[in-house]
């Protein structure tokens, strides 16, 4: 057995052991995929699970949506949504408690790779709002931007140093991955799809958010939107995980798939401030 296939074996024990998201979010999944699904059908799943139930009220009252009025009920609630919106937020929230019961590694501070997370989300469904994708689609948008660079979580600390390589030979951090540990976290992005059956969209921009052209033809534009939204995070140091070089190189084609203007993603950057405020009460719930 190679180097290589040794750190992926060790990669694939902890994705193994990470914790499997509940029951209840695996059911939303599923509901949500069928095309004959009412707000009915997901309400019946959510109210049985009481925590998930407080957690979109929650947030539906939360800054992030800014309401006028105070929603009390479930059902209420996923209508105002949309069931897209409503299984968005489960997810996340299952996926970030799941996280925050891995052992981390000291290499990569969690508050600032969960800020670096949240500013990509919201830059993306920014982004998406330039780019005239219709409200009820933009928080896919959000979603993928959230969940983007799960595949670091796993790594050991072994990553200290190539993050500090990083900082030393001033190189983009997938490739310092590549070139150190001959694996990179798309590659282990990919394990923790495939783990916690992530749907082809959210899949695509974990594994291929350095590589757009790369997936789906059909998503290449929300991976190409999501790269794009990390790349503005990444230069503007909005939290931190680790790639403090972004690829400049990329640019270019990321603006041209998006059909933007890198005038337009500047001039975004105090909405972006804003929203990002709003946006960390998915880390208090």
Not at 173 to 202: C, F
């Amino acid at each position: 057995m190679n180097e290589r296939q040794k750190k992926l074996e060790k990669i694939q024990t902890v994705v193994d052991k990470m914790p499997s998201l509940s029951t209840t979010v695996g059911k939303v999944l599923e509901i949500c995929s069928r095309v004959d699904t009412s707000p009915n059908d997901l309400n019946k799943v959510i109210s049985l699970d009481p925590v998930l139930t407080g957690q979109v009220l929650k947030l539906i009252n939360s800054a992030y949506y800014s309401l006028m009025n105070k929603v009390t009920s479930l059902t209420r609630a996923i209508i105002m949504l949309g069931l897209n919106t409503v299984k968005n937020l489960a997810l996340s929230t299952a996926i970030i408690r799941c996280v925050g019961q891995v052992k981390k590694s000291k290499a990569l501070p969690i508050k600032a790779f969960w800020t670096h997370s949240i500013g990509v989300g919201v830059m993306a469904k920014l982004l998406a709002a330039e780019r005239g994708i219709p409200l009820a689609e933009r928080e896919e948008y959000f979603v993928a931007g959230l969940l983007h660079d799960l595949g670091k979580i796993p790594f050991g600390d072994e990553y200290t140093d190539v993050l500090a390589r990083v900082r030393d030979i001033q190189e983009a951090l997938v490739l310092v991955e590549r070139q150190t540990l001959a694996i990179d976290h798309e590659e282990t992005g990919q394990m923790i799809a495939s783990k916690w059956k992530l749907n082809a969209v959210i899949t695509d921009a974990i594994c291929h958010h350095h590589t757009p052209d790369q997936a789906h033809p059909d998503n290449q534009a929300l991976v190409a939107t999501v790269a794009l939204a990390d790349f503005y995070v990444c230069l503007f140091d909005i939290g931190y995980a680790g790639n403090l070089f972004p690829e400049e190189t990329n640019l270019t084609y990321l603006l041209e798939t998006c059909g933007l203007q890198w005038s337009t993603v500047a001039a975004l950057s105090e909405t972006v401030d804003l929203e990002i405020e709003k946006a960390e009460i998915f880390l208090q719930i």
